[in-house]
């Protein structure tokens, strides 16, 4: 699969709570930094897409965001 | 010497287990109790409606010793996952420990036969699965409790700290018992019957005449919050009613990952457990 048919993902700093879920969920993928949660780098495979969305769908903040690939 | 769990065998548990990354990602981001000013609290402007609050989940959150029992006592042969709920156990424990404190400081005194009303054992479910699931869930609705108090405004500014300590905590966890619950299903020799499993938390959970059989801590929780007048003058019932809602929507779509399926409301649960039930 090309990469740029994958969804990218970015994190809201202001809301995150920096509890780590999400780099525990998509390690590799998120990471926590000093004050929030970064995109380390953009999910390459369908099977990190589903990590990244996992994160997202279990940030309690909503502080993660997903774009879909533009077709 | 207990016999080992096929699903839960590792070849090396250096390279193999998944507790060392959880107990670093945990490490990374754990608050202290050292980190509050408790002499900055306001005792006379927090009102009797926080004060409440704080009671209705300090109760919720007694429950830990008894529940660590029942994880030591069903995942005993699971080398990876008692490791890092030796870790669960240590943050867990310190939720209710914070609610004292705060407590405390207007003066709210609790004896040790108040603590042991929380060390009741009740008996997992017969499936593993299962139990994780119900993990995964009530820690995302027990996050959302706690992050929709800790946004009320008025709240005392500890107490809003507390709370979104706390929150993350939950919400880390519940991704942790994801963790284990993927391993799970990726060395399972019956799939399906774990998926089943699995969906079937999400129902009771989901479904307003089932959930009122849910006896886990945190629906526990949600509902007494609902319930209680005094608690709804500090987090009124839509804010608390919307955030379980929003756990619920979000807990479908983290289930959707983890299992394969479409996901997006109780219907496709029904569904999908149908469809794998055949």
């Known amino acids: 699969m090309n990469e740029t048919s994958l969804p990218t993902y970015s994190v809201v ?3 995150c709570l920096r509890c780590g879920a999400c780099s525990t969920l998509a390690p590799g993928i998120i990471a926590m930094g000093e004050k929030a949660a970064v995109i380390v780098r953009q999910p390459a495979t369908p099977e990190e897409v589903k990590a990244a969305d996992a994160a997202l769908f279990n940030c309690v903040v909503l502080a993660i965001r997903k774009k879909s690939p533009s077709l | 010497m207990l016999p080992t769990d096929p699903t839960a065998n590792e070849k090396n548990i250096h390279d193999d287990a998944i507790f060392y990354r959880l107990f670093d990602e945990a490490e990374r981001v754990r608050w202290k109790m050292t980190d509050y000013d408790w002499s900055s609290i306001e005792k006379d402007h927090v009102s009797p409606a926080w004060r409440a609050v704080a009671r209705e989940v300090l109760v919720a959150e007694l429950t830990t010793f008894s529940a660590t029992e029942r994880f030591f006592a069903d995942f005993g042969d699971d080398v990876d996952f008692t490791q890092w709920l030796t870790v669960w156990l240590y943050e867990e424990t310190k939720h209710p420990s914070v609610f004292l404190r705060w407590l405390d400081v207007f003066g709210e005194k609790f004896d040790s036969r108040f603590m042991l009303q929380g060390r009741v054992t009740i008996p997992f479910m017969p499936s593993k699965m299962g139990t994780l ?3 995964i869930i009530s ?3 027990a996050a959302a409790l706690y992050t929709t108090v800790g ?6 500014p500890v107490l809003a700290s507390i709370c979104n300590h706390v929150g993350g905590d939950e919400a880390r966890h519940a991704a942790s018992f994801y963790s284990y619950a993927k391993k799970r299903l990726a060395r399972s020799e019956k799939p399906n019957e ?5 969906l079937r938390v999400l129902d009771f959970w989901m479904t307003p005449e089932l959930n009122r059989r849910v006896g886990h801590p945190v629906n526990l929780l949600a509902n007494s919050c609902k319930a209680n007048p005094l608690v709804q003058e500090a987090v009124p019932f839509d804010a608390i009613h919307a ?3 929003n756990a619920y929507k979000r807990a479908c779509r983290v289930f959707e990952t983890l299992l394969g399926l479409e996901l997006r409301s109780v219907k ?6 149908a469809a794998l039930d055949c």
Do not use: F, H, S, Y
Request: proline share 7%.
């Open chain 2, 243 to 245: 955030g379980v809602e």
């Open chain 2, 133 to 135: 699931a119900t993990n």
């Open chain 2, 139 to 141: 820690e995302m609705v």
């Open chain 2, 268 to 273: 496709d649960v029904r569904l999908q457990l």
């Open chain 2, 194 to 198: 774990e998926k089943i499993a699995m």
């Open chain 1, 13 to 15: 700093p202001d809301g």
């Open chain 2, 151 to 156: 946004a009320q405004p008025g709240i005392e």
